[in-house]
């Protein structure tokens, strides 16, 4: 924790990101807090495990205290348990029951009185490993999944519970304001510090977030086990245990979705997922991301004969932004242009297993004397070497990457997921039409992502096209003053009330 708590103007709710893992949504975070100086802030930042994690950033004057909520950390609690607190535990089941299933936002609201009247005793003990948990365990077994492995659902309905425990025993920071930066657990407990404190919610939802855990959850070994594949029971099992986990989640988004005040996110196509999960479109509100335009025009890049053709993947290497996808991609433009330079700037940490895959990869394609792992750099320092962006990633909300290379004149090939195509392609609203500021291309398509980056790198009149054509609109339309001025008056519209 830096600092005590204090009361301060806007509480931050944070899910796997600042300070402590670096990317495009914490970035964000830092320039928030910066670009309001006139307000005070605090951060939880949400973790999967307490460990002892070196923040990644500078914390401003105004960022009063950051605590972690560790997911699997919930105090131990009393082991005595009296048949009043017995019969409360049965009572809590049903609202587990129900929050699992169809939730909405009351469940929560009701959960929460049950919780503080067990007090003290309240733990992990008497939650998870008390014999009145247990019976809460096996009676949601029987009324759930009764046909699959109860093993399986052993482990992955504790492991739930921990979790959800853990963001309603926490404690939340006093402040005027709450405004989370995603749903899931983030958005859980921004629900929770609405019911609780009756401070206003706000949500800025950069990516969707069951969007992204469908991904993960789809593709996760721990939930299935393709040794298991032909076992219809076991399949059926694993893939009943995968829709809980995704059903938890949506719940949790639906939740956090009625708790807002506002809802905010960058592009009117998460718009659309966000009703789909149960959103009221009175509350919703678009802020595109912005940059700092300035910062980025003046770059000169390197466009010298000498110069081999440079191509960029800046982003997290993991499963969800497709290294995998890029690394085939730049076999195949190997066949048709043999001499080129490939950076992937990111991060390597956060699934190493992945990256230890991803180097194979390179090494059974004979592409090591191509491909260079920067691991986490200036971006500054890079942009003047780079003559395109690429980005394969299965979800991707609005890339600050494609907006910093952009303003740079950098083209970016990339596929056509969240608003990459708007940022590439132009709006169908845009006027005058600007033209194209690089190409979109199919999910998981690497000859396609392969014969776009040729395209760029090798005829020059429609390089020119690209690079005038994103740089012009990202001048026009994705400007950080904007975006600051915006947020400046959505937090003032709710303080100025009081």
Same mark, same amino acid.
């Given at each position: 924790?830096? &600092?005590?708590?204090?009361?301060?103007?806007?509480?931050?709710?944070?899910?796997?990101?600042?300070?402590?893992?670096?990317?495009?949504?914490?970035?964000?975070?830092?320039?928030?807090? =910066?670009? %309001?100086?006139?307000?005070?802030?605090?951060?939880?930042?949400?973790?999967?495990?307490?460990?002892?994690?070196?923040?990644?950033?500078?914390?401003?004057?105004?960022?009063?205290?950051?605590?972690?909520?560790?997911?699997? $950390?919930?105090?131990?609690?009393?082991?005595?348990?009296?048949?009043?607190?017995?019969?409360?535990?049965?009572?809590?089941?049903?609202?587990?029951?129900?929050?699992?299933?169809?939730?909405?936002?009351?469940?929560?609201?009701?959960?929460?009185?049950?919780?503080?009247?067990?007090?003290?005793?309240?733990?992990?003990?008497?939650?998870?490993?008390?014999? @009145?948990?247990?019976?809460?365990?096996?009676?949601?077994?029987?009324?759930?999944?009764?046909?699959?492995?109860?093993?399986?659902?052993?482990?992955?309905? +504790?492991?739930?519970?921990?979790?959800?425990?853990?963001?309603?025993?926490?404690?939340?920071?006093?402040?005027?304001?709450? %405004?989370?930066?995603?749903?899931?657990?983030?958005?859980?407990?921004?629900?929770? !510090?609405?019911?609780?404190?009756?401070?206003?919610?706000?949500?800025?939802?950069?990516?969707?977030?069951?969007?992204?855990?469908?991904?993960?959850?789809?593709?996760?070994?721990?939930?299935?086990?393709?040794?298991? !594949?032909?076992?219809?029971?076991?399949?059926?099992?694993?893939?009943?245990?995968?829709?809980?986990?995704? &059903?938890?989640?949506? $719940?949790?988004?639906?939740?956090?979705?009625?708790?807002?005040?506002?809802?905010?996110? =960058?592009?009117?196509? $998460?718009?659309?997922?966000?009703?789909?999960?149960?959103?009221? /479109?009175?509350?919703?509100?678009?802020?595109?991301?912005?940059?700092?335009?300035?910062?980025?025009?003046?770059?000169?890049?390197?466009?010298?004969?000498?110069? /081999?053709?440079?191509?960029?993947?800046?982003?997290?290497?993991?499963?969800?932004?497709?290294?995998?996808?890029?690394?085939?991609?730049?076999?195949?433009?190997?066949?048709?242009?043999?001499?080129?330079?490939?950076?992937?700037?990111? /991060?390597?940490?956060?699934?190493? &297993?992945?990256?230890?895959?991803?180097?194979?990869?390179?090494? %059974?394609? @004979?592409?090591?004397?191509?491909?260079?792992?920067?691991?986490?750099?200036?971006?500054?320092?890079?942009?003047?070497?780079?003559?395109?962006?690429?980005?394969?990633?299965?979800?991707?909300?609005?890339?600050?990457?494609?907006?910093?290379? &952009?303003? @740079?004149?950098?083209?970016?090939?990339?596929?056509?997921?969240?608003?990459?195509?708007?940022?590439?392609?132009?709006?169908?609203?845009?006027?005058? %039409?600007?033209?194209?500021?690089?190409?979109?291309? /199919?999910?998981?398509?690497? @000859?396609?992502?392969?014969?776009?980056?040729? +395209?760029?790198?090798?005829?020059?009149?429609?390089?020119?096209?690209?690079?005038?054509?994103?740089?012009?609109?990202? +001048?026009?339309?994705?400007?950080?003053?904007?975006?600051?001025?915006?947020?400046?008056?959505?937090?003032?519209?709710?303080?100025?009330?009081?």
């Amino acid at each position: 924790m830096l &600092g005590r708590f204090k009361k301060v103007d806007i509480c931050l709710l944070l899910e796997g990101s600042y300070p402590y893992v670096q990317g495009g949504v914490s970035s964000w975070v830092q320039d928030l807090i =910066l670009s %309001h100086p006139d307000y005070t802030f605090s951060v939880v930042a949400i973790v999967s495990r307490e460990e002892n994690q070196q923040s990644m950033y500078k914390f401003p004057k105004n960022l009063l205290s950051v605590t972690r909520c560790s997911l699997s $950390n919930i105090p131990v609690g009393r082991k005595m348990l009296t048949p009043r607190k017995k019969k409360t535990l049965q009572r809590i089941e049903q609202k587990i029951i129900s929050l699992l299933t169809k939730a909405r936002a009351r469940d929560l609201e009701e959960l929460l009185p049950l919780l503080k009247e067990l007090n003290g005793a309240c733990g992990s003990y008497m939650l998870l490993d008390s014999p @009145a948990a247990w019976q809460v365990l096996v009676n949601t077994y029987d009324k759930l999944m009764p046909q699959s492995s109860f093993l399986d659902y052993f482990w992955s309905f +504790r492991a739930m519970l921990e979790s959800f425990y853990s963001i309603l025993l926490t404690d939340i920071p006093q402040a005027r304001i709450y %405004h989370t930066c995603c749903t899931g657990y983030a958005g859980l407990l921004g629900a929770r !510090a609405n019911m609780e404190t009756w401070r206003p919610l706000l949500l800025t939802e950069h990516g969707i977030y069951t969007n992204e855990r469908r991904v993960e959850l789809l593709t996760t070994d721990w939930l299935y086990n393709t040794s298991y !594949a032909r076992n219809y029971t076991v399949n059926r099992s694993m893939l009943e245990l995968r829709d809980l986990w995704i &059903g938890a989640f949506t $719940n949790y988004s639906r939740i956090c979705y009625e708790s807002c005040s506002k809802i905010v996110t =960058l592009y009117r196509g $998460n718009q659309l997922v966000q009703m789909d999960d149960g959103a009221n /479109p009175d509350k919703m509100v678009i802020i595109p991301n912005g940059i700092e335009y300035e910062r980025f025009c003046g770059i000169r890049r390197n466009r010298d004969k000498d110069h /081999p053709p440079t191509i960029a993947f800046i982003g997290r290497v993991v499963p969800i932004k497709d290294v995998k996808t890029f690394i085939r991609t730049c076999s195949i433009l190997k066949g048709m242009l043999p001499k080129f330079k490939v950076y992937i700037m990111g /991060p390597t940490e956060e699934n190493i &297993g992945y990256y230890e895959e991803c180097c194979e990869m390179i090494e %059974h394609l @004979a592409l090591q004397e191509d491909i260079i792992f920067t691991e986490n750099v200036d971006i500054m320092e890079y942009l003047p070497k780079i003559d395109v962006i690429a980005l394969t990633s299965i979800s991707e909300a609005q890339p600050l990457v494609i907006l910093e290379a &952009g303003a @740079a004149g950098i083209p970016t090939v990339a596929t056509r997921v969240g608003a990459c195509p708007e940022i590439i392609m132009g709006k169908k609203t845009e006027s005058p %039409h600007l033209g194209e500021g690089g190409a979109i291309v /199919p999910l998981s398509n690497p @000859a396609e992502t392969a014969r776009a980056l040729y +395209r760029l790198l090798t005829d020059e009149d429609y390089y020119d096209q690209c690079s005038k054509a994103i740089r012009e609109r990202v +001048r026009l339309y994705y400007n950080k003053k904007d975006q600051q001025k915006t947020y400046h008056d959505l937090y003032a519209s709710f303080l100025d009330k009081e």
